[in-house]
């Protein structure tokens, strides 16, 4: 596929700048099948969309404060972004990375801050191997000195933090939201739940894989960086189970397919889905509208072919909003795959 193919007219004024309040009020198109208008409902609806049979997973990562502001010794600004831990300290995003020679300790701008940051090798793209210099645990270092990453095109400060997490978040691993999931609430859950459907979890760290743009001018050709997942046994075996699995996200179907695919529950996965991909788990997908030459929107292409275009078409026409903060969407599988596409629909 070229890649120019995954283009699409994105207005500035369509990207949101703040969540929906409550969550549950965003939008949500309802995807009904080819030649079929779509419906418009809210996220507050799904629970009217789902029953017995149903499970429903969910991918609860949390959000790392993964953002340092920091400075040189010479006064100059850096910016830090810890991307995963590793053997050697994190891998990070360093900005500005060519004028950080290796070796360079930075700190906050706090007064007796009680961090250091020792920038290392050049690992390409940006990225820089650091050591977090601290005698205190990590997390609480971080969660003190460090910002909760907001996407770049959010460009509005978020006034509670909270709000880039979802209601179920758990371990604090990631450096971006799983966006799908900042809609739900713990009553759209219950209520799904007390309509027979299941909710499962499983965890998938979102990384550099997950947001790193695709600029190579074939799609086959961009390369995944590879993220860490996790996916209980119990959460596969419901899913072998049931009559339709709906993944809450592009992190949760890529953490399904990836276990289903290799049998390997717990890992690290650089699955690149696109139009090729043999479904064996996922019928339906609640996701957010995204950014144009992405890995995200091809793995919509993959699920539903190119009728992700007259969706995103009626979306932009009827003003949803789109991105991390934006509105959902609830789409049907249609292409083919391992696990046979289920009869019956969201209605």
């Not at 991918?59 to 100059?76: E, S």
């Not at 007796?112 to 609480?140: F, K, Q």
């Not at 609430?185 to 027979?196: E, M, N, Y």
Request: hydrophobic share 40%; aromatic share 4%.
């Amino acid at each position: 596929m070229d890649a120019a193919a995954l283009d699409y007219e994105l207005p500035p004024d369509r990207i949101a700048q703040r969540p929906a309040e409550p969550r549950d009020a965003a939008r949500l198109l309802v995807d009904r099948g080819d030649g079929v208008p779509p419906d418009h409902r809210t996220v507050a609806d799904l629970p009217a969309l789902v029953g017995p049979g149903d499970v429903i997973v969910v991918n609860d990562t949390r959000v790392l404060p993964a953002r340092l502001r920091l400075r040189k010794p010479t006064g100059g600004a850096v910016e830090v972004l810890l991307l995963e831990p590793t053997t050697q300290g994190w891998e990070a995003l360093v900005r500005p990375s060519r004028k950080v020679p290796s070796g360079t300790v930075l700190v906050p701008a706090e007064a007796d801050a009680e961090l250091r940051v020792e920038v290392g090798a050049d690992l390409g793209e940006g990225r820089r191997r650091v050591r977090l210099l601290t005698e205190h645990e990590e997390i609480a270092v971080l969660g003190r000195y460090g910002e909760v990453p907001l996407p770049p095109y959010i460009t509005e400060p978020l006034a509670d933090p909270e709000r880039y997490q979802t209601v179920y978040a758990d371990r604090p691993a990631s450096v971006a939201a799983p966006t799908a999931g900042l809609h739900l609430t713990p009553a759209v859950l219950d209520a799904c739940a007390a309509r027979g459907a299941e909710i499962r979890r499983v965890e998938l760290v979102v990384g550099l894989g997950t947001f790193r743009p695709i600029t190579a001018s074939r799609v086959e050709d961009h390369v995944m960086h590879a993220e860490r997942y996790d996916v209980p046994e119990a959460t596969l075996a419901a899913c072998a189970a049931a009559h339709r699995v709906i993944a809450v996200g592009t992190t949760t179907v890529r953490a399904l397919e990836s276990a289903a695919g290799t049998g390997i529950t717990s890992g690290r996965t650089s699955l690149f889905i696109h139009a090729d991909h043999p479904w064996r788990v996922v019928d339906v997908m609640l996701t957010n509208f995204h950014v144009p030459r992405s890995s995200l929107l091809v793995m919509v292409d993959a699920f539903v072919g190119p009728r992700w275009r007259s969706l995103y078409e009626t979306a932009l026409a009827e003003g949803y909003r789109f991105l991390s903060f934006g509105d959902a969407m609830l789409l049907r599988r249609t292409r083919p795959g391992v696990r046979p596409l289920p009869v019956g629909s969201p209605t």
